[in-house]
Nanobody, 129 residues
Framework: VQLQASGGGLVQAGDSLRLACAAS????????????MAWFRQAPGTEREFVGR????????DYADSLKGRFTLSIDYAKNTVYLQMNNLGPEDAAVYYC???????????????????WGQGTLVTVSS
């Protein structure tokens, strides 16, 4: 699986931003429906942090507790693209955001970045106060 993240940028506190992660698979590799797609973020000097995940196959999704209600995941199946809608952004949301894919992970592992098999290149979100 190849992942291409985009959509980052500089916004003001309170603004919204939508990140996109375009996914593609090589011929004869497993269907994307076998993958869990996730977003992580990493601010300078911190560990990579789970943001949310969505099962490509059945659409099941969940989020980090601190982000529920502000961040929303969705998939455009026609475009093979996962979106992360982020609302009411604050300085604490500034980070490099990474999309990732894991092949059939256990449910308990979906928040662990070490479990993910493929990563996008990261897209920078900067929030000015």
């Amino acid at each position: 699986v190849q992942l291409q993240a985009s959509g980052g940028g500089l916004v003001q506190a309170g603004d919204s931003l939508r990140l996109a992660c375009a996914a593609s698979r090589r011929a004869f590799s497993p269907s994307l429906s076998s993958y869990v797609m996730a977003w992580f973020r990493q601010a300078p000097g911190t560990e990579r942090e789970f943001v949310g995940r969505m099962n490509w196959g059945d659409g099941t999704r969940d989020y980090a507790d601190s982000l529920k209600g502000r961040f929303t995941l969705s998939i455009d199946y026609a475009k093979n693209t996962v979106y992360l809608q982020m609302n009411n952004l604050g300085p604490e949301d500034a980070a490099v955001y990474y999309c990732a894919a894991a092949y059939r992970p256990r449910a308990a592992d979906v928040i662990d970045p070490g479990r993910y098999d493929y990563w996008g290149q990261g897209t920078l979100v900067t929030v000015s106060s």
